[in-house]
């Protein structure tokens, strides 16, 4: 009989690209998203048959145990969260209950209704903080600096909580920034891949950023700060070691990133000159845009997960830029 797993967050980038891994590996997948009034869920949308659907909101408990009671799953991937950092400050209780919190009802609705279904939590590099080292690994001190690296960090030991206390197989992956075509417009690599795309193409009505302005104005682009630097990777892999890591004899948290590092400046030349272009004509920093605390340039040592699962990153930043640039010349025509 195949395997059941249930993905928490089926929407999200990572949980579109994980159901389809785990078709292709022949498991029945059930997605949870939240409950609204409007179905319009893009990542999601080629599935449509392929997988059931569940609605459920990790700030109700209960719509997640009778998700868990209903399908006995044997993998249970929490993938949801309020997942925008720079978002965290101007709703820290709610990013504490979700990101923070949802974890907590996840493991109860577990233990108590599928003990032995095996649980995956996305971690994420931001519980490291502005630690000062050129790496990060599994054994890095958690100085999470802003909320949403705080709840993480909450949520990421009570993993290891549930593990140690109920011998439960529950564990972490510890992610570095990782990205597609299928990112949220939150996120700065997306808004300037979007943003070369709706240049190029002159869409007269590109999509609002989080200010609710359209996206280029002027054919500018406004960013924050472009000196912050990030380790990126590929979600299309890092959703492969989230599924290893489930698979292990036992269970253990990893760190998962590409050891290197890019700038935001970076980012921007990569796109612009994909499709010939200047940059520096094209992208302004607005001080509206900077996060309150930036998070040091880290990379993400993965050594472990190769040492232990195979698990490497694959595609370059360079050739991730170019996948996206690709996808939103096609998007937005
Ligand atoms: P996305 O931003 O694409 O998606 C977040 C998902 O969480 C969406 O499906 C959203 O639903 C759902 N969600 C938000 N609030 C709730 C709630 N109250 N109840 C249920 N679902 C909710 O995430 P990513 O795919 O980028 O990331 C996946 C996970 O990995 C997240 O937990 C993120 O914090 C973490 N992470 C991501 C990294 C990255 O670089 N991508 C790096 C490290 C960790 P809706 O569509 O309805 O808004």
């Known amino acids: 009989m195949s395997k059941k797993a249930l993905i928490i967050g089926v929407s999200s980038q990572d949980g579109s690209y994980l159901a389809d891994l785990l078709l292709e590996k022949g498991y029945t997948v059930v997605g949870t998203i939240r409950r609204t009034t409007t179905y319009s869920r893009e990542n999601i949308a ?3 048959g392929k997988i059931g659907i569940e609605a459920a909101d990790l700030t109700d408990g209960e719509s997640i145990a009778q998700a868990i009671k209903k399908h ?3 993998e ?3 993938i949801a969260a309020m997942s925008v950092p720079a978002d965290s400050w101007s709703h820290p209780l709610y990013t504490g209950e979700v990101t923070g919190l949802g974890i907590v009802r996840v493991m109860e609705a577990v233990r108590h209704h599928a003990p032995h279904a095996r649980v995956y939590q996305a971690t994420s590099r931001e519980i490291f903080g502005d630690i000062h080292a050129e790496s990060a690994n599994e054994n890095t001190p958690i100085l ?5 690296g705080i709840a993480k960090a909450y949520a990421h030991m ?9 011998g439960m197989f529950a564990c972490a992956g510890i992610l570095f920034n990782h990205e597609s075509p299928r990112r949220s417009l939150h996120f700065v690599t997306r808004k300037i891949t979007a943003a070369v795309a709706c240049i190029v193409n002159k869409v007269s009505a590109p999509p609002l950023d989080e200010l609710g302005r359209p996206l280029v104005v002027d054919g500018k682009l406004k960013l924050g700060n472009l000196d912050a630097w990030r380790d990126w990777g590929y979600a299309k892999e890092y959703v492969e070691a989230m599924y290893l890591m489930l698979q292990n004899s036992a269970p253990k948290d990893y760190v998962i990133g590409t050891n290197t590092a890019y700038t935001i400046r970076d980012a921007c030349r990569i796109a612009f000159e994909h499709v010939g272009l200047d940059w520096q004509r094209y992208v302004l920093s607005d001080q509206q ?5 930036e998070i040091t340039a880290l990379k993400g040592d993965y050594s472990q997960a ?17 996948i996206m640039v690709d996808a939103d010349l096609k998007r937005f025509r």
Do not use: Q
Not at 158 to 165: D, L
Not at 289 to 293: A, D, I, K, N, V
């Open 46 to 48: 080629h599935l449509a």
């Open 72 to 74: 006995h799953p044997d």
């Open 76 to 78: 249970v991937y929490n």
């Open 144 to 148: 999470g600096n802003n909320p949403y």
């Open 158 to 166: 009570m993993v290891k909580s549930y593990r140690e206390s109920y």
């Open 289 to 293: 845009l900077m996060r309150p605390t």
């Open 306 to 322: 190769r040492k232990d699962m195979g698990w490497a990153p694959r595609v370059s930043f360079a050739e991730l830029i170019k």
